[in-house]
C-alpha cells in the first residue's frame, strides 16, 4: 500500500466522525462484480437471464445440484448403483441405502443449488421492472421465460421434499419463509403465464419456448393427479408442439439420437441443459455428470470415475417375450448374463441368447457389446470394484471416442469434460404421460396408440438393424434383439397402467426419472422394497438390511442449515 494511503487510512480510523469518505476508501466497489442496479437495461437484464438458464445444471462446479438428479431420480429409483466402490463419495451411499439424515452435505448441495436459481430468475424480475430501454414484447419474453425458470426449480424442489417454500422477486428476506403452504398453485401460475406469453420459437435453441411451458405445466398437473387438464393439453401439445427452432414435436428416427452430441435439439428435444466444450470453461460441459463414465485403464471414455452403475435390475427389465413385449412380472427371475463370475478376457463368457430389448444396448455398457466406437465394452476392466457396483457401465451421458478433442476431452485432476446436453424432456416423455393421462381418464385405446408410438421406434434402429456403430454381421452374438407392439386391447386399466409405467421405466432409464415416478404413482414402499429385497442378494456389499420406509422416504430431508436458519421451515416426517 502506497504510503499516503496508509496515512489516509489511518485518519479515517482516528477521525471516525469523516465517514463518508472513510467508508468509500475502507470498502472500495469490487471489480467485476455487479450490482443489480448496474445492469437495469437491455444488454444486463439479458446477461441476468443467461446466468438463470446457467442454473439449470447447479452452481458452477458443483455436483449432486442439477436437473440430471442421477442420484435423486435414477440411483434412489433403482436404475442404478452408486457404482465405483464403498469409500468413494461416501455421502452417495445414503441415497441409495435410503439412510439420508438431515446433515447430509448433498441434500444442502441440491437444496443450495435449487434455491440458487430461483435466487437468479427473481433477480431477472427485479431489474426487468426497472428496464427503460426495452419495448414491451422484449419485456414479456424475458419475463415469462424468468418465469419458467423459477417454476422449473420450484418443481425440482417440490419433487425433492414437498414441503418447500414459494421464493417470488418480491421476497426480501429468505428468513421469513415457510413451508406449510401447498406451493402448486403458484408454481402452475408461472408455468401457465410461460405458455400463455413465450413466442413459439426462440432466437436460441436452449430457450424454453411457448410448447416447453405446455408441456411442463402438464407435467405438473400430473404429479397432482389432475388428469383431465393433463390429457387437454397434451392433445394440444401433441398436435401443435413445436421445439424452440420452430420443428414439430416428433420421436427421433433413431432412439439413440436423444443422446448423440451431433444429435441434440432435435425434434425430440422439449427442454434441455445446454453444454460446451472448449470455451475455457470445464464448468459449462455436462458437469452433474463428470463422474459417470467407465472406469479403468486402456482406451475408454472419460478420464475418471465408474460412478452410476447400472444395477441387474435395470438391465433385466429389458428381457422381451416371443411377441417383443416386456415381462413385468417375471422379468427379474432369472440374470441377463453379465461378466461378473468371470474373469476379465475368460472365453468361457457366453452372452445372454433370450430375447432383449435393443434400448439396453443404448443405455447400458455390457460385456462384449459394442461401447460407441470404443470397442467392445471389456466388462470388469472398467469397473473400479465389480463386488460393489455390479458389472456395467452407464451410457447416455458417455460419449464418442471421435468426439476428443472437438465436443469431448479430458480436463481438470482427469474428469471428462462432455458437450452432450443434458434434456431435461423429450417428447417421448411427453408421449408416455399423455397416455397415462388417457389411462387414467379411461380412454385405454388412444394410450395404446401412443405407448405404442414408442415401441416402434424403440424397435426401429435395433443395433442389428442400422446402429451406428454396431458391425451388422456381429450383432446376432450381442443379442435377439426384439420389439413388438400391444396389438390388442388393453384388458383393463390396471394392464394398461402397469404397460405405461414399466414403458416409462424402459424408455427413460438412467434419466433420472424413476423415483418420482414412482412417488407420484403411489407405489414407491411397495416397488422400491422388492428391488432392495433382490438386490441385497446380487449385492450385499452395496444393500444389505436397505429398506425404504413408507410415509418417510418419498420425500428427502430438508438440510438441517435450512432449519437452523428459517425458523419457519419445518422438517418432513419422520426425520
Known sequence: MKLKNIIYLLLCIAAVSVVAACKEFLNPPLRGVYDLSQLTNKKGVNGL?????????????????GASNWEWGSMAGGDAYKGTEFTDRVDDNPVMRFELTPANVLVLAKWDGTYDGIGQANNVLKVLANVTDMTDAEKIQVEAEARFIRAHHHFEAKKMWNNVPFIDENTTDHKGGTNTEDIWPKIEADFKFAYDNLDETKQYRGSANKWAAASFLAKAYMFQKKYADAKALFTTIIASGKNSQGVKYALTDNYH??????????????????SSYGDGSTTNANYDNILNYPHGGGSKPGGCCGFFQPSQNMVNSFKTDATGLPMPDTYNAANVTSDEAFLSNDASFVMYTGNLDPRLDWTVGRRGVPYFDWGNHPGRDWIRDVTYGGPYSPKKNTYYKAD???????VGWGYSSNALNYTIMRYADVLLMAAEAEIETNNLEMARTYINMVRERAGKYAPSNAGPYFDAASAASYATYKVGLYTTAFASQDAARKAVRFERKLELGMEGIRFFDLVRWGIAATEINAYLTVEAVRRPTTLKDAKFTAGKHEYYPIPSAVITNIPGIEQNPGY
Open 49 to 65: 437471464l443467461v446466468n438463470a438458464y446457467a442454473t439449470l445444471d447447479g452452481r458452477e462446479g458443483a455436483i449432486s445440484e
Open 404 to 410: 476428443e478433442g472437438s465436443t469431448a476431452g479430458k
Open 257 to 274: 439420437d436423444n443422446f448423440r452430441v451431433n444429435k441434440e435439439n432435435n425434434s425430440e428435444t422439449i427442454f434441455a441443459i445446454q
